[in-house]
């Protein structure tokens, strides 16, 4: 049950676009279309950006696209803004079990 | 609109036992797999453990095999886990969720579980 790897880090200033990757195999990413996304502000939990790759929950402003290319998810943020500054986690199904990425605090500076 | 709330963390000893409940409203539990995910101090997300919507599909990250039991009760629209032999490094805030999809729709606002001496 290896967790899915993400960049520790990531930053850029408004109105830019700034881009998460997620990678894992083909027993999770690359096997299934089930990637999800979380944002996770300080003291509150995670809220679902991004779920089956790149849908977006209702509420979830279209800034906010995900993709996939074999093994690695991405979660793309357009236009940042400065509410967009928190910690983002990628999902994935692996045929009964589910495996998260270590987590992306995204810095808008 | 769609609740969790999370409830029975606390301070336990290592080797101890607690149990944790989710109240849901707002949705229909029954139709629904249900999932236990956690959040050490400054660190991040691991999935616990999932119930399907029957209750006949259960499974368990390898941390918690053989130590944590999940359960439902459809009745009360309530989500369980009842944790054994609880270590140092279970200390966590553990959160409840709904599944649809294969992703985490909804969650608690998390139960905070501290295993210390």
């Known amino acids: 049950q290896s967790a899915l790897t993400q960049p520790p880090s990531a930053s850029g200033s408004p109105g830019q676009s700034v881009t998460i990757s997620c990678t894992g195999t083909s027993s999770d990413v690359g096997g299934y279309n089930y990637v999800s996304w979380y944002q996770q502000h300080p003291g509150k939990a995670p809220k679902l950006m991004i779920y089956e790759v790149s849908m977006r929950p209702s509420g979830v402003p279209d800034r906010f696209s995900g993709s996939k290319s074999g093994n690695t998810a991405s979660l793309t943020v357009s236009g940042l803004q400065a509410e967009d500054e928190a910690d983002y986690y990628c999902?994935?199904?692996?045929?009964?079990?589910?495996?998260f990425g270590g987590g992306t605090k995204l810095t808008v500076l | 609109q769609v609740q969790l709330v999370e409830s029975g963390g606390g301070l336990v000893k290592p080797g101890g036992s607690l149990g944790l409940s989710c109240a849901a409203s707002?949705?229909?539990?029954?139709?629904?797999?249900m999932t236990w995910i956690r959040q050490a101090p400054g660190k991040g997300l691991e999935w616990v453990s999932y119930?399907?919507?029957?209750?006949?599909?259960?499974y368990y990250a390898d941390s918690v095999k053989g130590r944590f039991t999940i359960s439902r009760d459809d009745a009360k629209n309530s989500l369980y886990l009842q944790m054994k032999s609880l270590r140092a490094e279970d200390t966590a805030v553990y959160y409840c969720?709904?599944?649809?999809?294969?992703?985490?729709?909804?969650w608690g606002q998390g139960t905070l579980v501290t295993v210390s001496s």
């Open positions: 707002g949705f229909t539990f029954s139709a629904y797999y």
């Open positions: 969720a709904k599944i649809r999809r294969w992703a985490f729709e909804y």
């Open positions: 119930i399907s919507h029957t209750g006949g599909t259960i």
């Open positions: 999902s994935s199904y692996a045929g009964s079990i589910v495996v």
